[in-house]
């Protein structure tokens, strides 16, 4: 039997691990955090992720935990909507809408289909040998047919892998998220402003998932993240203003985004492979990190013991690079604060808008629309 070591705990290399399980390996992972418990967040998964999860077995439990997309679309800091779309609509022309859940529930669902001890957290992956498969870690040595490296934007195995590739980059602005209970109903929407964006995702259970991003400085941080939020967005259209006030400042998470603005050559060396951010970093502006990881996962899982690797890369490569850059100018356009300029933005999406949510949808058709090899 084949063996496989991944690198990386999150849904990416956990998706992989089970893909990979799933298709007869033996697999070890690897999570250098004492546990694979991720921050509180929400997270969407859209049809085309939704499809690739259906590979493992996992699509339905994550139909039956989530909250169903509803109406959505993009709005003002004053709540008119520009642009409208339905999960009615999505369900027709996809197949499934975009479904919303916690970040941790998926990662239960993961690691439940996992085989008892594959899991070793609190373990420092030191080096790789694609050439041969050897894996150096904090605990020892480990012989592998396979390495997947799924350890995130920083990743250390891509630096291995390809030295003097281009880091990604910083994407001019900073991103909050958050999870808050709301005590009454919302509707999915993104609120764009002059150089701000507000998401609001309804999750079950009365729980709504925020996030928001602000053109920023790499690097800066405020003394009080919910009272910077609340000085840049609590004068926005409700139900924007009374989440924040019920928020606990403790759960408000703030990273900077950065994009892999110059792709790799290949998605593999040797016994290697790359996925996730490790492979792609993106900006959140499509909502696709981790549904291109799923995607890099159980196409990875499928090419493993078929096409190879090199099958793999030639699946993935050109795809991601497409996503990449779209996402990358979408966070350009949310960047926008010229009191000339964003007017214009607003009447163009305005107009689009009224044009039907088909025309929304057909932008992302070749998103939405993929399906895993079979």
């Not at 998964?45 to 590979?55: C, E, R, S, V």
């Not at 701000?196 to 991003?213: E, H, K, N, R, S």
């Not at 400085?217 to 004068?235: H, M, S, V, W």
């Amino acid at each position: 039997m084949t063996r496989a070591v991944v690198i990386g705990g999150g849904i990416g290399g956990l998706t992989a691990a089970v893909a990979l399980e799933r298709a007869g390996w033996t697999v070890t992972v690897f999570e250098q955090a004492p546990s694979i418990a991720p921050v509180g967040s929400g997270l969407a998964i859209a049809p085309n992720a939704l499809k690739a999860l259906d590979t493992i077995g996992v699509g339905d439990e994550v139909r039956k935990l989530s909250a169903v997309q509803g109406e959505a679309g993009i709005r003002r800091p004053d709540g008119r909507w520009l642009s409208r779309t339905s999960a009615e609509e999505a369900w027709a022309r996809y197949g499934d809408p975009i479904v919303l859940l916690l970040r941790s529930a998926l990662v239960d669902l993961l690691t439940v289909r996992l085989s008892p001890g594959s899991l070793h957290v609190n373990t420092r992956v030191e080096s790789i040998d694609p050439k041969s498969g050897r894996v150096t870690t904090s605990a020892g040595v480990v012989d592998a047919d396979l390495v997947v490296a799924a350890d995130g934007i920083r990743s250390s195995t891509r630096k291995a892998l390809f030295p003097g590739h281009p880091e990604p980059v910083y994407a001019g602005v900073t991103s909050w998220r958050l999870v808050v209970r709301s005590s009454e109903p919302v509707r999915a929407a993104e609120t764009w402003g002059r150089g701000l964006v507000f998401g609001v995702m309804p999750l079950t259970d009365d729980q709504v998932y925020c996030y928001a991003t602000a053109v920023a400085a790499p690097g800066e941080r405020a003394a009080d993240e919910k009272a910077e939020l609340t000085r840049l967005f609590g004068g926005w259209h409700r139900p924007i203003p009374g989440l924040l006030a019920d928020t606990d400042p403790a759960v408000v998470l703030r990273h900077d985004l950065y994009s892999m603005d110059t792709p790799l050559p290949a998605f593999h060396r040797g016994m290697a492979a790359l996925l996730g951010d490790a492979a792609h970093a993106m900006t959140p502006h499509l909502g696709q990190g981790a549904c291109q990881a799923i995607e890099d996962a159980v196409v990875l899982g499928h090419h493993a013991t078929r096409g190879g690797l090199a099958a793999y890369t030639a699946d993935r490569l050109a795809r991601t690079t497409r996503i990449v850059r779209r996402s990358r100018a979408v966070g350009r356009l949310t960047r926008w604060s010229n009191p000339l300029a964003v007017p214009v933005r607003d009447t163009v999406m305005l107009l689009a808008g009224r044009l039907g949510p088909n025309v929304a949808f057909r932008q992302f058709d070749d998103v939405f629309g993929w399906r895993p090899p079979a």
